[in-house]
């Protein structure tokens, strides 16, 4: 019973959660209103109160949601003992990163236009950890001249900063270009000798 109560849940959650996303790529979040919500839901307003305040916390619910299925599929660098293999990981980080956001461009765009980054504001974060936990790594297998945090912090920004372009700019470089770029990037980054101590 509790189960079957459980999968309910989940169900209603997932489909509030669908919804929101669908309208908010139709118009701001402030001109949808809880009944469109329910009406593309297929729940009643009862039942979205009874999880959701509102639906700017079901739009963070939404948010987070995302933010884990990204964390869960973000590799671990524990097993890195050489800069290939360092180098093997950034390139599956960045995939995740990079298929994510091409099956949720619009809905990115459609947050940004809102006035809200949070989307934005994860895939940085989880770059940032990921990396971060990446040069640790490679600090061991050959020491770093800068600080961890300082080197981190030039390689995920970067990184960030191109694919904000790229989703705000999808004329300017495609997904095949963007792609290269940092196939190139993975294949030459590890081997710069400033990174290193002599």
Not at 65 to 77: G, Q, Y
Not at 165 to 194: C, G, R, V
């Amino acid at each position: 019973m509790d189960y079957k109560e459980d999968l309910r849940i989940q169900k209603t959650r997932r489909d509030l959660r669908n919804a929101i996303i669908e309208l908010i790529k139709e118009k701001p979040i402030e001109k949808i209103s809880v009944t469109e919500i329910c009406d593309k839901a297929m729940v009643n307003r009862m039942t979205f109160y009874k999880y959701y305040e509102d639906k700017f916390t079901l739009l963070d619910d939404t948010v987070n949601e995302i933010k884990d299925n990204i964390e869960a599929k973000a590799p671990n660098p524990d097993y890195i003992t050489t800069i290939e293999e360092a180098s093997g990981f950034f390139a599956k980080l960045i995939k995740i990163v990079l298929d994510f956001l091409e099956g949720n461009k619009d809905l990115i765009i459609a947050v940004q236009k809102n006035g809200d980054y949070k989307l934005l504001d994860i895939i940085t974060y989880i770059s940032e950890s990921a990396i971060t936990e990446l040069l640790t790594q490679i600090d061991k297998i050959r020491p770093l001249k800068y600080s961890i945090p300082l080197t981190s912090s030039f390689i995920y920004g970067g990184c960030v900063s191109t694919i904000g372009y790229w989703i705000n700019h999808p004329e300017a470089i495609d997904t095949n270009q963007l792609m290269t770029l940092i196939e190139d990037i993975k294949n030459n980054l590890f081997s710069l000798d400033f990174l290193f101590k002599k």
